[in-house]
């Protein structure tokens, strides 16, 4: 009773963030389960020997170490997913096109430290289970080369075995780090767990392989210069303590042996960290509809967009908004008929947030990127000259296509809703201005350094025409509002009953013009006395151009739509050059 009390209060409540969470912990224990899965396949991919002529498959599915392997690998991918709850980023980092990878290393020292310690933690506990399972010289700490009785001596390849494993912890930490690999990248359409799980298996195997078989060659080059010196001094500290012999033995870097188990130990642990790595991203980016568990889904909707205390809730409002405006009609239909709100319209109340979006990334790229005095600022003025229209009163009460046409035969031209203002952001420096501590202190050493040559000073103005933009940090979130928003507005054409939509066509479509001759302007600065083949500014200037493919799409797709009807809307002949 209690309990069904409990749940009837969080069904009628419109706090999306409250349902959000309770819905992110189902499927954290789900992922649970299917990290299970994968253990298994995991577990039978180690064991497969193919001794055992036509029989190996099915004693690998079957045999008594695949279980135990399977609840080793299982307790490291539990471990993965934890790492990964506590150090994922929606948002990306704002960096200078030369330094990304330092910087990402040195901003969070905290974050990079446990990331890196617990992989290197969970590379010492596959490397003691893989050692148990293929046994071999290389896991022997001791070798008696006089015969049993004679002293102990270390055993090189030993040694040479645990370097590599935090080696290879230390290298999947940094990298997860350094390629914004923790960065959640979410799905643009809606599909099943199985669906996005289809492609991720063949490329997480491939990868595991690919970063092993790295790891291993970049290993074997650096051990064979200083392993000598690793195993004379990890010799010399263990005579203190016990008595070893101290002459050489034969390298392990030349053990045909001895690769191929560091390779397949390596491939397999990384194979359980890749896994562990997609299912989380499936599990924590996967489409929702947390907005369908209240009683009033348009106002818990409205809650989670406006929702800044966790950016992964606020992502999936904006996820969810853009859900339903693609896929379900219903639900679209009742968010622009449902006017009956204090704080205004649904349709008016949702389409503010969504271009409050556009015009803060459209602040920061004007900030960033300083206009020139020049003819190719019409839009940023057309702009500014439509937020301040006076408001006029329009009659309501007529379906978008009634009012449309009577627009066509009186010639009366729709109003346009004034814009609130937004404050500009300030630019960024070289490094940015949230470089404090050791990221600052490492940074401003290495440019100083750089300065002191011709060569330093170009990478440095490389960096400055190159540099990444603030403005495109929610990038995802950018792409969902400008879909969404726009979606609504095609769409109302047949499904706005009420013709709220209509006075603020004008608005919507001013605020993408400006935010695309930003986007554009941006662009060429960037491309601005570096060539258009360079790497660096295509690396840099990729989101933005996807942004400016996404807003062209969309203005295509209005015009296609509102093509009969153009000329009632009587737009101002900017905006109808420029449509067309």
């Not at 008594?64 to 997913?81: E, P």
């Not at 606020?314 to 693609?326: K, S």
């Not at 379900?328 to 006017?339: C, F, P, S, V």
């Amino acid at each position: 009773m209690a309990y069904q009390k409990e749940r009837n209060q969080v069904v009628s409540s419109a706090d999306f963030a409250k349902l959000g969470h309770e819905a992110i912990r189902q499927r954290v224990l789900r992922a649970c389960s299917y990290e299970l899965l994968f253990a298994y396949l995991v577990a039978v991919v180690a064991n497969i020997n193919f001794n055992n002529g036509r029989f190996s498959i099915l004693l690998a599915l079957v045999s008594t170490r695949t279980v135990g392997y399977t609840m080793a690998s299982y307790l490291v991918g539990l471990a993965v997913l934890i790492v990964h709850a506590q150090l994922f980023q929606i948002t990306r980092s704002p960096h200078s096109s030369h330094f990304p990878k330092l910087q990402r290393l040195l901003r969070s020292p905290t974050s990079t430290g446990t990331a890196i310690g617990a992989y290197v933690a969970m590379s010492y506990f596959m490397m003691v289970v893989h050692g148990w399972m293929f046994g071999g010289h290389s896991t022997r700490m001791w070798l008696y080369p006089e015969g049993i009785y004679g002293p102990p001596q270390l055993n090189p390849a030993w040694l040479a075995s645990w370097v590599l494993a935090t080696v290879l912890g230390c290298s999947y930490g940094a990298q997860l780090i350094m390629n914004e690999r923790l960065q959640l990248s979410f799905p643009a359409i809606e599909q099943s767990r199985v669906y996005a799980l289809k492609d991720r298996l063949p490329g997480g195997f491939s990868r595991a392989l690919g970063f092993a078989f790295g790891v291993l060659w970049k290993f074997w080059i650096v051990y064979l210069l200083l392993g000598w010196f690793i195993y004379r001094s990890a010799c010399g500290v263990l005579a203190r303590v016990l008595t070893t012999s101290s002459y050489g033995m034969s390298n392990p870097l030349f053990s045909l042996s001895g690769l191929a188990f560091w390779l397949l130990s390596g491939t397999l642990t990384a194979l359980t960290w890749e896994l562990a790595h997609r299912l989380f991203e499936i599990v924590a980016t996967g489409p929702t509809r947390i907005n369908e568990l209240s009683l009033d889904r348009n106002a818990c909707l409205l809650n989670g967009l406006k929702h800044t205390d966790s950016p992964l809730i606020q992502h999936l409002a904006y996820q969810e908004l853009y859900r339903l405006t693609v896929f379900d009609a219903g639900q679209r239909m009742e968010l622009l008929t449902d006017i009956d709100r204090p704080a205004g319209t649904m349709w008016k109340q949702v389409s503010e947030q969504c271009m409050g979006v556009i015009k803060t990334a459209t602040d920061q790229l004007r900030a960033q990127n300083p206009a020139k005095e020049s003819k190719a600022s019409g839009p940023p003025k057309l702009a500014a000259k439509l937020a301040a229209a006076p408001v006029q009163a329009r009659a309501g009460g007529a379906p978008m296509k009634d009012i449309l046409l009577q627009n066509r035969k009186t010639g009366q031209a729709p109003t346009i809703a004034a814009a609130p203002a937004r404050p500009a952001v300030a630019a960024q420096d070289l490094f940015g201005p949230e470089a404090q501590g050791l990221e600052k202190y490492v940074l401003t050493s290495l440019r100083d350094m750089l300065l002191q040559s011709d060569v330093g000073q170009h990478i440095l103005m490389r960096s400055l025409r190159a540099r990444s933009t603030t403005a495109l940090s929610n990038f995802q979130q950018q792409v969902w509002a400008v879909r969404s928003l726009m979606r609504l507005v095609e769409c109302s054409i047949r499904e706005d009953s009420f013709g709220v939509v209509q006075k603020d066509i004008a608005l919507v479509l001013s605020t993408l013009f400006a935010y695309l001759a930003e986007l554009e302007r941006g662009v060429a600065s960037h491309s601005d006395g570096v060539g258009s083949g360079d790497y660096t500014v295509q690396t840099t200037n990729r989101q933005a151009l996807a942004m400016i493919q996404v807003v062209r799409n969309s203005l295509y797709t209005f015009t296609t739509s509102f093509y009969v009807y153009l000329e009632a809307l009587k737009l101002p002949q900017d905006l109808g050059r420029q449509l067309q």
